[in-house]
C-alpha cells in the first residue's frame, strides 16, 4: 500500500471549515484513499473513501486531487467533538484489504 | 445491534502469564482484524481472518496466536506475556474488500 504524509497537528477554529490535508504521491489505480479518526482513547471511526471522484457523506467531503497524489478531507463546521486524530490511508484491493496507519494528525477544534 | 464487543477492557498481567481476548461481532461481517496501539503511535496490524476458518499474519504477529471460533468470533492469545506487548488492542469486522472496517472499544493490557 503506497505511504501518506500528513501534518502531526491542526487547529480550527468552532464552526469553521477544517480542511486535513494528506499526501499520497505514490498511490497507484487501483488504491483507494481512506479517512479514520480516533477520538480520544476510542476505536477508530470510518468517516469517508474515495477513488478519483470527490465524495461527500453527512460527516465530511474528500476532495481528491485529478493526479491523485492528494487529497483533502473537509468537515465543514467543525464542532468541539470533531476534536481527534485524524488517519489518511491508502488501501488497496482484496478480499481482507488492511488498513496502514500513520500517525495521522491531530486537530484541535477551539471555542 | 451492539457492533463490535471486546472483553476484557482493562486487563494486567505479569510477564509470562498467558491471556486470550476477545472479541465477537453481530454485523454478519465476513473479516475480522487484530491491531494494537502504542503510545503515541498509529495502529498496526497482528493478524487477520479473511473469512471463517481462515487466518493470516498481518505486520507485527510474533508472540500472539488467533482463532476464528466462527463467523461471529475471533480470539486473540497471548501465550506467553512480555511488557513489549503492553498495549491497547482493537478488534475490528467488515464485510470485506472495500468496505469500512468496524471498530470494538479496546482492550488496555499492562504486562508488569
Known amino acids: 500500500d503506497a505511504k501518506t504524509t500528513q501534518p502531526p497537528s491542526m487547529d480550527c477554529a468552532e464552526g469553521r471549515a477544517a480542511n486535513l490535508p494528506c499526501n499520497h504521491s505514490t498511490i497507484s489505480g487501483n488504491e483507494y484513499v481512506y479517512w479514520y479518526r480516533q477520538i480520544h482513547s476510542q476505536g477508530p471511526q470510518y468517516i469517508i473513501h474515495?477513488?478519483?471522484n470527490n465524495e461527500t457523506n453527512e460527516m465530511a467531503s474528500l476532495i481528491i486531487t485529478e493526479d491523485r497524489k492528494s487529497s483533502t478531507l473537509i468537515l465543514p463546521h467543525a464542532t468541539l467533538r470533531d476534536t481527534a486524530v485524524y488517519y489518511c490511508?491508502?488501501?488497496?484491493?482484496?478480499?481482507?484489504?488492511?488498513?496502514?496507519f500513520g500517525t495521522g494528525t491531530r486537530l484541535q477544534v477551539t471555542l | 445491534n451492539a457492533g463490535v464487543t471486546q472483553t476484557p477492557k482493562f486487563q494486567v498481567l505479569k510477564t509470562g502469564q498467558s491471556m486470550t481476548l476477545q472479541c465477537a461481532q453481530d454485523m454478519n461481517h465476513n473479516s475480522m482484524y487484530w491491531y494494537r496501539q502504542d503510545p503515541g503511535m498509529g495502529l498496526r496490524l497482528i493478524y487477520y481472518s479473511a473469512s471463517e476458518g481462515t487466518t493470516d499474519k498481518g505486520e507485527v504477529p510474533n508472540g500472539y496466536n488467533v482463532s476464528r471460533l466462527n463467523k461471529r468470533e475471533f480470539s486473540l492469545r497471548l501465550e506467553s506475556a512480555a511488557p513489549s506487548q503492553t498495549s491497547v488492542y482493537f478488534c475490528?469486522?467488515?464485510?470485506?474488500?472495500?468496505?469500512?472496517?468496524?471498530f470494538g472499544p479496546g482492550t488496555r493490557l499492562t504486562v508488569l
Open positions: 474515495g477513488l478519483k
Open positions: 475490528a469486522s467488515s464485510e470485506g474488500g472495500y468496505n469500512e472496517q468496524f
Open positions: 490511508i491508502v488501501r488497496s484491493t482484496g478480499t481482507a484489504s488492511k488498513l496502514t
